[in-house]
Nanobody, 117 residues
Framework: VSVVESGGGLVEPGGSLTLSCKCS????????ASWHRQTPGKERELVAF????????RIVDSVKGRFTISRDNVRDLVSLEMNSLKPEDTAVYYC???????????WGQGTQVTVSS
């Protein structure tokens, strides 16, 4: 199983980034997907969640209206579009797959997002 994030980088406050998570080795549409983030000394926190069929998604309040999660079940890809970025969005962002009918979980290695002028 491979879960690989990309798209992180340095962006100024108010800017935008789109993170991508390419998955392989699993029946992708049988897995819910989510994005999480973590800063040093803090616990990893959920940012956004989307169901396996892509029909339902949830965004946490701290990024609601600025972040959008989506998935492409043909290309086995999960994306996180981030707009109006703030310095407090600086973190390592991780993609996670969770089995719909099992407890299997797979994490990516993370991608760094830094929001700074």
């Amino acid at each position: 199983v491979s879960v690989v994030e990309s798209g992180g980088g340095l962006v100024e406050p108010g800017g935008s980034l789109t993170l991508s998570c390419k998955c392989s080795g699993v029946p992708f549409d049988e897995y819910h997907a989510s994005w999480h983030r973590q800063t040093p000394g803090k616990e990893r926190e959920l940012v956004a969640f989307i169901t396996g069929d892509g029909n339902s998604a949830r965004i946490v309040d701290s990024v609601k209206g600025r972040f959008t999660i989506s998935r492409d079940n043909v290309r086995d890809l999960v994306s996180l579009e981030m707009n109006s970025l703030k310095p407090e969005d600086t973190a390592v962002y991780y993609c996670k797959l969770q089995g719909m009918s099992s407890r299997a979980e797979f994490w990516g290695q993370g991608t760094q997002v830094t929001v700074s002028s």
